[in-house]
């Protein structure tokens, strides 16, 4: 299987902390993209990183990418209760339309 | 905005019964996807298709199937539904998947087989 895994599978921190997780995948790729879902939801679509690029920012969002460890990794800083939610990386194959989803770091931020 | 729409978000089903799982985008997106979504497996790929009337197995094709006659369109078939059927499923749509473009989700149906 070509799925990805996020490390922590959870995370808890208080309001104001900065939460940071992690995705390492198995085959090259065109570039790497990162999701949210709300519980019961579906997933939102947050950043894409291409894999020339090694850091890429939006808002509160920050993605690394280190193509040499295939990993990537999300902080979200000053988070807040809103934050609460699973997130995903997706990877994307340099062939082929399918998208290779990780298993999910589920988030909870504490007021 | 792209929206993708699933005609049920709750659906329970028994044994043996044949399901149709209905998705649509209004964004003219070549590329939908069907997912099944459980604890701990992530999301895992069943069907996609790149075309009308085109479709390409995913990891886990296995005891379903899928229909794409219009591009708006994509559905997902369980022949028989069985209970290790009961899961979430989410439907997506993307651009050609040649530029780096991301999905675009629907709200996710949740089917109980009993």
């Known amino acids: 299987s070509q799925q990805g895994e996020e490390d922590p599978q959870a995370l808890s921190i208080q309001e104001g902390e900065n939460a940071t997780m992690n995705c390492s995948y198995k085959?090259?790729?065109?570039?790497l993209q990162w999701y949210r879902q709300n519980s019961g939801r579906g997933l939102v679509h947050l950043i894409l990183i291409r894999s020339n690029e090694r850091e890429k920012h939006s808002g509160r969002l920050r993605v690394t990418l280190d193509t040499s460890k295939k990993s990537s990794s999300l902080l979200i800083t000053a988070s807040r209760a809103a934050d609460t939610a699973s997130y995903f990386c997706?990877?994307?194959?340099?062939?082929?339309?399918?998208?290779?989803f990780g298993t999910g770091t589920s988030l909870t931020v504490i007021p | 905005d792209v929206k993708v729409t699933q005609s049920s978000r709750y659906l329970v089903k028994r044994t043996g019964e044949k399901v149709f799982l209905e998705c649509v985008q209004d964004m003219d997106h070549e590329n939908m996807f069907w997912y099944r979504q459980d604890p701990g497996l992530g999301l895992r790929l069943i069907y996609f298709?790149?075309?009308?009337?085109?479709?390409e197995k995913g990891d886990i094709p296995e005891g379903y199937s899928v229909s794409r006659e219009k591009k708006e369109r994509f559905s997902l078939i369980l022949e028989s539904a069985s209970t290790n059927q009961t899961s979430m499923y989410l439907c997506a749509s993307s651009l050609p998947g040649y530029l780096p473009y991301e999905q675009y989700f629907g709200p996710g149906t949740r089917l109980t087989v009993t």
């Open positions: 997706a990877t994307v194959p340099n062939t082929g339309n399918q998208f290779y």
């Open positions: 298709s790149y075309d009308v009337k085109m479709k």
């Open positions: 085959t090259s790729i065109n570039n």
